[in-house]
C-alpha cells in the first residue's frame, strides 16, 4: 500500500514524497500518454525521479503488440517482488496496453500490483491514487470519451511535440491487439487541437507531429466532413509553427485530398508511414488488411506523382501463419518495386483472443528469423543505395538537437524525416548550437547505410 499523504502539501503528518519513477514502453502513443500522466502528477505534486530505489511509486507504462514486448513487462514485475518485500510502502501501478488487455488477470499474476489502469482511465490517474493510498487494489479500465482538459502534458522535448489527435482503431486486422486495447476510433476536435498546437508554438515548439494509430482517418468519426488535411491545412497556418508530421497511416485512408494537401503545404514533412504488412495478397487477405499488392503499388504511385522526392516507411509482419516461401518472396518483390526509405520487419506473435489466433502459428520460428533478417538486411541495402544517390544534394534540416549516440553531432532531420547528423563544432571549433530548433539548409557529404551526415550549406 502507498503510504503517502492525498496531498503532501496539506499534509498534516510529515509522509514520505511523493515520488514516481515511470517507464514507457511501445509506440509514441504511449510515450504521450506518459507525458499527459507526469502532468496530472505533477499537478498533483509528484516529482518524477529517475532511478527505482527513490520511488515510492513504480508505473510502468506498458505495450501488448507482441508477447516480446509483454514478457520484458513480466521481467520488470518479477525483479519488483523483492523490492516490494523490502519496501511495502511502494505502489505498483501498470498502465497502457497490458493493463487494458489483461486487466484482473494482471493482478492475478502479480499480485503485489496496487494499481491497474485502462487506456482510457490514466487521465484519472491522481484520484485513482488516492484510493490506493486508502489501501484499495484498483483495476479501472473502462473505455470514456476523454475531455479536453486532460491533455495537458509534461512534454520530453522543447523542440517537437507529440501531439494525439485519434485514439483507438476502426481496423480489424486479424493480427492485432490495438483494437482491444485502444477501443474504438476517436478523433478529437480540430479546433481544441489547434489551440493546443497554438499554445505550443508560443512556448517555442517549432514541429508537431500528429499521433494516431490510423492518422490518415482522422476526423471519420467527428462525422462532419473533418479531415486530415483540413486539419494540417489548418495548423499550417499557425505563426511559429515550422514542420508538421504526422504518423501512421493506413493504405486505405490516403485519399487524394490528402496527397494533395500534403504536396501543397511546404510545412508539412513528404513523409508517409504507410505500413504494407506483406507484399501476397493471400496473406493480406488473411490479415484483414483490405487492399491488394496492387493496391499499394497504385498508392505509391499517386504518392510519388504529386511529390517525387517523399519518403515512405514501412512496417512488415513475417511469418504470419500460412505463410508460404512464394508469399514471402512477394514481400521481397514489394520491397524492391518500392524501395523504402525506412521499414520495420517484425516476426509475428500470436496474439489471444484476436481472430488470427485460430490459425495455427505454422511458420517455425527459424523460418521467422531468417525471413527478419532478410528483410532486414535488404532494407539496409536500399537504404544504403539511396543515401549514395543523395550525396552532394541538399536538403532542409530542422535540427532538433544533440545526437544521443554521438555527442560530436547534431541531429535533425530532412523535409522527407530522413535522419540527418552535423558536426556539432563549425570550421572555428565554435559549437552549432544555435541551430538548434532551426531549420537549416544542408548539402549531404557522405553516408552509412544508417546515417546520413551533412554540413551547413554555407559552410559546405
Ligand atoms: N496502427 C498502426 C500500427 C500498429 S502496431 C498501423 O496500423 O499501421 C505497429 C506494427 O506492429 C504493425 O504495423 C505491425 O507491423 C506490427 N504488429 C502488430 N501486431 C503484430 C503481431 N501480432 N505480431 C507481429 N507484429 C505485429
Ligand atoms: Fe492494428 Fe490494423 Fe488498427 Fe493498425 S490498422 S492498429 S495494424 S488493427
Ligand atoms: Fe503497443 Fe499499445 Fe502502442 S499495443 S504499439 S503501446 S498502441
Request: aromatic share 6%.
Amino acid at each position: 500500500m502507498l503510504t503517502v499523504a492525498p496531498d503532501s502539501s496539506v499534509a498534516a503528518t510529515p509522509t514520505v514524497p511523493k515520488t514516481v519513477y515511470i517507464e514507457t514502453f511501445g509506440c509514441q502513443m504511449n510515450h504521450a500518454d506518459t507525458e499527459v500522466v507526469l502532468a496530472r502528477l505533477e499537478e498533483d505534486g509528484w516529482r518524477r525521479v529517475t532511478a527505482l530505489p527513490g520511488a515510492n511509486l513504480v508505473l510502468y507504462n506498458t505495450c501488448a503488440v507482441r508477447d516480446h514486448a509483454e514478457a520484458k513487462i513480466r521481467g520488470r514485475l518479477g525483479e519488483l517482488r523483492l523490492l516490494k518485500a523490502a519496501q511495502p510502502g511502494l505502489a505498483i501501478g501498470i498502465m497502457g496496453c497490458m493493463a487494458q488487455r489483461e486487466k484482473q488477470a494482471l493482478i492475478k499474476r502479480f499480485p503485489y500490483v496496487d494499481l491497474v489502469v485502462g487506456t482510457d482511465q490514466f487521465v484519472h490517474m491522481p484520484q485513482l491514487l488516492e484510493r490506493v493510498v486508502a489501501g484499495e487494489t484498483v483495476v479501472e479500465t473502462a473505455f470514456e470519451d476523454f475531455e479536453e482538459r486532460s491533455w495537458t502534458a509534461t512534454r520530453s522535448s522543447d523542440i517537437n511535440a507529440w501531439v494525439p489527435v485519434m485514439r483507438g482503431c476502426n481496423y480489424n486486422c486479424t493480427y492485432c491487439v490495438v483494437p482491444f486495447t485502444r477501443g474504438r476510433e476517436k478523433s478529437r476536435d480540430p479546433a481544441q487541437i489547434e489551440q493546443e498546437v497554438r499554445a505550443l508554438t508560443a512556448k517555442g515548439f517549432v514541429q508537431v507531429t500528429l499521433l494516431g494509430q490510423t492518422i490518415d482517418a482522422y476526423g471519420k468519426t467527428l462525422g462532419d466532413g473533418t479531415t486530415l488535411a483540413r486539419l494540417l491545412e489548418r495548423l499550417h497556418a499557425i505563426e511559429g509553427l515550422q514542420r508538421l508530421r504526422f504518423v501512421t497511416s493506413h493504405p486505405l485512408d490516403i485519399t487524394d485530398e490528402l496527397l494533395d494537401t500534403m504536396a501543397r503545404l511546404p510545412k508539412v514533412a513528404k513523409h508517409l508511414h504507410v505500413p504494407a504488412q506483406s507484399g501476397s495478397d493471400r496473406v493480406l487477405r488473411l490479415m484483414g488488411r483490405r487492399y491488394t499488392v496492387a493496391d499499394y503499388l497504385r498508392l505509391v504511385e499517386r504518392a510519388r506523382h504529386r511529390m517525387p522526392a517523399i519518403e515512405l516507411l514501412s512496417d512488415f509482419i513475417v511469418g504470419f501463419p500460412r505463410e508460404s516461401d512464394e508469399d514471402f518472396a512477394g514481400t521481397v518483390a514489394l520491397m524492391e518495386a518500392v524501395r523504402f526509405a525506412g521499414s520495420y520487419t517484425f516476426m509475428y506473435s500470436q496474439r489471444p483472443g484476436t481472430p488470427a489466433a485460430h490459425l495455427a502459428d505454422d511458420v517455425p520460428i527459424a523460418v521467422k528469423k531468417a525471413r527478419c533478417n532478410q528483410l532486414l538486411d535488404l532494407q539496409l541495402v536500399h537504404q544504403g543505395e539511396a543515401y549514395r544517390t543523395l550525396h552532394g544534394a541538399v536538403r532542409q534540416v530542422l535540427v532538433e538537437g544533440i545526437s544521443k549516440s554521438d555527442a560530436t553531432m547534431l541531429h535533425g532531420r530532412s523535409e522527407g524525416n530522413l535522419n540527418i547528423v552535423l558536426p556539432l563544432s563549425d570550421a572555428q571549433g565554435r559549437a552549432r548550437t544555435h541551430l538548434i530548433g532551426k531549420i537549416v539548409p544542408v548539402r549531404i557529404t557522405h553516408s552509412t547505410s544508417l546515417t546520413l551526415f551533412a554540413q551547413p550549406l554555407a559552410e559546405a
